[in-house]
């Protein structure tokens, strides 16, 4: 009688595969439900406070503009206006800040997707730079979001402001456009 050794390396093959298998199943079961049980335990949610962090990096001196002159005389300077609650209008923006920023905007229309722009230290800071889409001009709407944040790792934000009723940015009743000033 010829010895055929298939059949019983293909049911063990099977047994094994399905072992492991379920291994990982139960595995990925038990993992998940700690992690559930972990995130409900309200000791463990991490809270972010703000006033608590310190400011670890120095602030570069400003390097001079070939385009601007970034005296204080020359800079674009915020409104005192009062808020226009009904403006729809351009948006300029200024960076009068040391530290490259990424302005991130999230219009009121829940169609349209979020949009952002990075700025270079003290960018625009003297006449502001008007801001577009990249197929079509920008238009901010009242109850449109804002939030500015640096990129060099300082943890700085500024915001969020809500066009319309924060007190940034602010209408320009002169030329119609929503400024938005970074400042230090």
């Known amino acids: 009688m010829k010895f055929r050794p298939y059949p019983g390396i ?7 595969v399905l072992s492991l298998g379920f291994r990982q199943l139960w595995l990925n079961t038990c993992i998940s439900s700690t992690e559930f049980e972990q995130s409900l335990d309200p000791d463990n949610v991490p ?8 400011d670890s990096t120095p602030n570069p001196t400003p390097t001079p503009s070939l385009t601007e002159n970034a005296t204080p005389e020359n800079r ?19 960076n009068q800040s040391n530290h490259p920023v990424r302005i991130a905007w999230r219009s009121r229309s829940p169609t349209s997707e979020p949009v952002h722009w990075d700025f270079a230290p003290q960018e625009g800071s003297v006449n502001g730079l008007m801001l577009s889409l990249p197929d079509t001009d920008l238009t901010l709407q009242p109850g449109d979001i804002l939030i500015v944040f640096a990129q060099d790792g300082s943890r700085r934000y500024w915001g969020p402001y809500i066009v319309g009723k924060t007190a940034s940015p602010t209408w320009n009743s002169q030329v119609e456009e929503w400024q938005l000033f970074v400042q230090p």
């Not at 809270?47 to 310190?54: D, E, L, M, R």
């Not at 674009?76 to 200024?94: D, I, N, Y």
């Open 10 to 16: 293909w049911v063990a093959g099977a047994i094994i």
């Open 47 to 54: 809270v972010f406070i703000p006033s608590t962090i310190p």
């Open 76 to 94: 674009l300077k915020p409104s005192s206006e009062p808020v226009s609650r009904g403006q729809e209008a351009a948006f300029r923006v200024s």
